[in-house]
């Protein structure tokens, strides 16, 4: 089992910052990819930004050049620095994490989502 908790949502007012954490832990071999997700009322999940364990990285083109995406391996951590917001990146935004359990079987793991709140 492969936990995610993430932390760090709120509300902000349109163009503040922001920034997403999330920590996974639990029975892990390996993390490859991680990412964020979002999903607004009434819309699909949608993926914000990705970054393998090499370190690459892959974003929405709604979110490019205001957020960034980074992770810290030896922490086992995820984060979305998030800056310029706008109204229309309110939404519950997810961590997701995949690779090797300790058991060697893959997995693919979602965290409870954290809520961001755009509004003046």
């Known amino acids: 089992q492969v936990q995610l908790v993430e932390s760090g949502g709120g509300l902000v007012q349109p163009g503040g910052s922001l920034r997403l954490s999330c920590a996974a832990s639990?029975?892990?071999?390996?993390?490859?990819?991680m990412g964020w997700y979002r999903q607004a009322p009434g819309k699909q999940r949608e993926l914000v930004a990705g970054?393998?364990?090499?370190?690459?990285?892959n974003y929405a083109d709604s979110v490019k050049g205001r957020f960034t995406i980074s992770r810290d391996n030896a922490k086992n951590t995820v984060y979305l620095q998030m800056n310029s917001l706008k109204p229309e990146d309110t939404a519950v935004y997810y961590c997701?994490?995949?690779?090797?359990?300790?058991?060697?079987?893959?997995?693919?793991?979602w965290g409870q989502g954290t809520q961001v709140t755009v509004s003046s």
């Open positions: 970054i393998t364990s090499g370190g690459s990285t």
């Open positions: 997701n994490a995949d690779g090797l359990g300790s058991d060697l079987f893959e997995y693919d793991s």
């Open positions: 639990g029975s892990i071999f390996s993390i490859s990819a």
